[in-house]
């Protein structure tokens, strides 16, 4: 993380545009005030500050790195993180899938469940954790081949649901859009926990 943006963010120009000065920047981190100025200038044109009469200001580019790295951070020292998002209704393809014993023997064996027959699908709030979460460890739930086709893996992630076990399940291949992700569970989620479409839920991992 550059040395700037991290002193712009202690003296809070992600609120409000900061009146601090390229020779004060280049004092406060220890180099020269052109060195400062250039830095600051090649942060300006990747778009990570915006200079005004009012002075400078951290945009909402570099505040996602921050709040991406700051999640990293978090979950390595605390060990779990959390994903938020509402319901939405899905395209009806889980039920399908978890009924199919090729992957039902596999989440019971090595998630300690048997998966209620469908999932919940979740739009996220914020897609780079749902890029954090790619980043963890995930338990593969292997694909495997009928008479008629082959079916793909699964990545599943563990997790907890309002204290209720559960996982992410992600297919190698999915029909669901980038800030899409799909839960599983031994119950039905919508009835078990009084949800419907709309509703904001908390997953923590």
């Known amino acids: 993380m550059d040395e700037i943006l991290l002193l712009l963010l202690k003296i809070g120009a992600h609120r409000k ?102 999932t919940l699908n979740i739009e996220v709030d914020e897609k780079w954790k749902k890029d954090q979460l790619m980043g963890l460890e995930p338990i593969l739930i292997k694909g495997f081949s009928s008479k008629d086709r082959t079916y793909g893996d699964i990545y599943a992630y563990p997790g907890k649901l309002e204290n209720e076990r559960c996982a992410v399940v992600v297919p190698l291949r999915s029909s669901h859009g980038q800030n899409v992700l799909e839960i599983i569970s031994e119950f039905d989620i919508r009835k078990k926990l009084n949800k419907k479409d709309g509703d904001k839920i908390v997953v923590i991992f």
């Not at 004092?27 to 250039?38: H, K, L, P, V």
């Not at 200079?51 to 909402?60: D, L, P, S, V, Y």
């Not at 009806?92 to 300690?112: A, F, N």
Request: net charge neutral; hydrophobic share 35%; charged share 30%.
């Open 17 to 118: 545009p900061a009146k601090i000065t390229t020779l004060e920047l280049g004092a406060e981190i220890g180099i020269s005030q052109q060195s400062a100025s250039r830095r600051l200038g090649q942060l300006e044109e990747e778009g990570y500050v915006k200079r005004t009469n009012e002075g400078i200001g951290i945009t909402k580019k570099a505040q996602e790195i921050f709040a991406a790295e700051y999640a990293i951070l978090k979950a390595a020292i605390e060990e779990k993180f959390e994903i938020s998002g509402k319901i939405i209704t899905g395209l009806g393809e889980g039920r399908y899938y978890m009924e199919l014993d090729g992957y039902r023997s596999q989440i019971k064996e090595k998630l300690g469940f048997a998966p209620y027959p469908g």
